[in-house]
C-alpha cells in the first residue's frame, strides 16, 4: 500500500473554471506553456499550422472561439504529475462541467477583473461549494482599464461568501500595469507584455520600501503600497485548513495572454492544492492507495478523431495503479474490459499509457461498452456516486431532413446522448425523438455535430413538451406494479432516456402539480444520478 503513497502525493487533479470569456481557455494554453508541455501557445508541439487554443479541438469551437466540450490535459511541473481539465465556461453547457467537477480535487477560478463576479461564475462556485472544492482565484486581464483590486476582492467575498487572501498584489493596470507584488516573497515581479513563447529573464525588485520602485512606478506603487498596507490590517492568514474546506481562497494577479502571473499559479497549484483523497462509493469509502485499482467515467465523448467515429470514456482513477492490459470488470453490466489503447492527453493529442494513478484521468476507446457514472474495478462490486444529471431547461423534437437515413440520425443522437452533449428521450409511445437542453446553443451544437461527425442534417422544432422528471417508486409504495400502472395511464407522455430511466414530458409546470397530486406514490425527479441508482426529489 505505502507503494503507491508517493505517487498519489505527486498527482494535482484540478479543473479551470469561470464565465465565458474571463480568459479560461488562454491561461489553460499557459499553464501548459511554462509546464513546458507545450513550446507555443495556440499549438501542441509547433504541429498545427492553423493556431487554435490547444484546448478547443472540436471544429465548431474553432469556428466560434468559445469552448463548449470539457478538455483533459496532463503535464508534470516541479515533479509533480498535474491532470488540468479545462471546461466549459457556456452556461448552455453547465452539466458537463458539473460532470467535470466530480472528478476534480481543487478548482482555479479565472475571473475578469473588468467584469469581476458573473453570472456562470456564481453557479459553478455553487457546485464547488456543495463540494466543498478548494478554490484558488486568478484575476486575469490586468493589462486593462478594469475594477481596483480592492474593489474585486469585495466582490468575490461578498458574492461567494468566501474569505479572500491576496498572495500577489497589481501595481497598477491598464497601460500603467507594472507587475505584482509577491506578498508571500515580499518582493515585486515587473511586467513585461509577454508572446506566445515564454520570457527570459524577469526582473524582481525586493521590498515595499525599495527606493527603485517608488521612482520607477510613481503614482501606481504608492498606491498599491496604501492597499497592501490596508489588506495587510483587514485580510486574515492563509488558512491550509480553511482552504481545503473551499472556505477560504488564495487570489492572485495577473494577465494570461502577456504570460504574466502565470508561474505564480502553478506554483501554488503545486504548494496549495490537494493530492487525490478518499472516494466515497455506497458500499465504503475507497482510499487513494488501496492496492486494487477502482475508477469512475465522469465524461464520455464521441468521435474524438473523426477519421475512426471512436468513443473515449475518460475515466478518473480513484485508487490502486493501473496497468494497460489489466482485466478490469464494469460493475453496472458485469462485463469485463482488458483495455490496451488506453491513453493520456494533451487536449486532442493522445499518447499510449502505459500506467496511472489516483488522481490521473485515463481515456479508454470503447463501442458502447462504458457509460457515464460507470465504476470500473478489479472485481469488487463498487458503485461511486454523485455524477449528476439534470432535468433540462428545453425540450425540442428533432427530425432528420433526409428519410433514408434515419438509421444515421438515431445512431449519432444516441452517442451524443451517452456522452452527455444533450439528452435524448425516446417517446414509448410514437417514433421522434426528443431533445432536452440547458440552453439554445446546445441544439445548434448538436445539429452541426450530427452534419459534420455523422453526415446527417437534422431539423429541430418546436415540442409539446416544456418540463421533463424523471420517475420511480419506491418499494413500499408497490415499487414495480406502482410505477407500471402510472406508465400505462401516461404512456403518451413518457419516454425513456440514455440509460433507460422512465422519464414523464409535459407541457407545462401546473399539469405536472396536477400529474403529481393524482399519483401521490410517485416520485418526481429534477436530477438522477447514474443509472437511476440515486435520484433528487423534484422541488
Known sequence: MSDLAPEVRRRRTFAIISHPDAGKTTLTEKLLLFSGA?????SVKARKAARHATSDWMEIEKQRGISVASSVMQMEYRDCVINLLDTPGHQDFSEDTYRVLTAVDAALMVIDAANGVEPQTRRLLQVCRARNTPILTFVNKMDREVQSPLDVMDEIERELGMTVVPFTWPVGMGKTFHGVYDRRTDQMRVFEAGEDRRGGSEEVLAGLDNAESARRFGAEFAQAKDELELVEGASPAFDAQEFLAGRQTPMLFGSAINNFG??????????????????????????????????????????????????IAFVRVASGHFERGMRLKVVRSGKELRPNTVVS???????????????????????????????????EALQFTGLPFFAPEIIRSVEVADPLRGKQLKAGLTQLGEEGAIQVFRPMAGSILMLGAVGQLQFEVVQHRLEAEYGVKARITHSPFQVARWVTCPPENGGEQELKRFIEANIHRMAWDAVDAPTILVDHTATLRAVESNWPKIQFHAMREHAGLVFQRSM
Not at 265 to 281: E, H
Not at 365 to 376: E, F, I, K, M, S
Open 262 to 311: 502565470v508561474r505564480e499559479v502553478l506554483d501554488a497549484l503545486v504548494d496549495l492544492a490537494p493530492p487525490p483523497g478518499p472516494k466515497p462509493a455506497l458500499q465504503r469509502t475507497v482510499e487513494p492507495t488501496e492496492p486494487k485499482f477502482s475508477g469512475v467515467v465522469f465524461k464520455i465523448q464521441a468521435n474524438m478523431d473523426p477519421a475512426h467515429r471512436d468513443r
Open 345 to 379: 492527453f494533451l487536449s486532442q493529442r493522445r499518447e499510449l499509457l502505459d500506467e496511472a494513478y489516483a488522481g490521473d484521468i485515463i481515456g479508454i476507446p470503447n463501442h458502447g461498452v462504458l457509460q457515464l457514472g460507470d465504476t470500473l474495478t478489479e472485481g
Open 38 to 42: 507545450i513550446n507555443i501557445a495556440g
